[in-house]
């Protein structure tokens, strides 16, 4: 489908495997390149501003290596409630404290990619509003002790069994919520 690349090598800057099954989902072949990035950003920025910049910092780190023909994707994930940032929990007692402060309440899931190659760089983002119920601290317990939590922005995943309990609706994009806004990046693909 995207013939604009087909002579391009696409590259993603990402160990997630959600990012990876939606790379392969969209029909695009591509190979993983990983670099420590740490994940720091200045203190005034908010929101949008935050998964932004992480994904921009993320693609530059690469720079200097690119050849004329790749692509680099990078992305960023950040869940934004009450003018606070949640990123990934350190420790299960700080992944039952964030989802203590989700339930019975909307955030914001907010996820930024950058293309970037030699000569060009995009970078969009996407926020979806997520509702939760009110989660009973038995289901966080439980949550908490039999699915995986720490790799994952706000400690939850939509996809596993909280997001089928415990989100009551969503405003915006399924996959947003899930670390990549796929069809804005299929569109900017196509555009690229």
């Not at 990619?113 to 996407?126: A, P, Y």
Request: hydrophobic share 40%; glycine share 6%.
């Amino acid at each position: 489908m995207l013939k604009n690349l087909e002579n391009t090598k696409i590259i993603l800057a990402s160990g997630s495997p959600r990012r990876q099954q939606f790379l392969k989902d969209l029909g695009l072949r591509f190979e993983i390149r990983l670099k420590d990035t740490p994940e720091n950003y200045p203190s005034g920025l908010v929101r949008e501003e935050i998964t932004d910049y992480l994904a921009r910092l993320k693609a530059e780190a690469f720079l200097d290596e690119l050849n004329d023909n790749e692509l680099l994707i990078t992305a960023d994930t950040i869940v934004w409630l009450e003018g606070i940032a949640l990123g990934k929990p350190n420790d299960l007692k700080e992944a039952k404290d964030m989802l203590r402060d989700l339930s019975g309440k909307m955030h914001e899931v907010i996820s930024s990619f950058c293309l970037i190659s030699r000569n060009k760089e995009i970078v969009k983002n996407e926020i979806t509003r997520v509702y939760f119920k009110n989660l009973e601290p038995e289901e966080i317990k439980y949550y908490t002790d039999h699915f995986a939590t720490l790799d994952k922005a706000g400690s939850y995943g939509i996809q596993d069994w909280i997001g089928l309990v415990g989100i009551s609706h969503i405003e915006g994009s399924y996959f947003n919520v899930m670390g990549l806004p796929t069809s804005t990046l299929y569109e900017c693909l196509k555009r690229f």
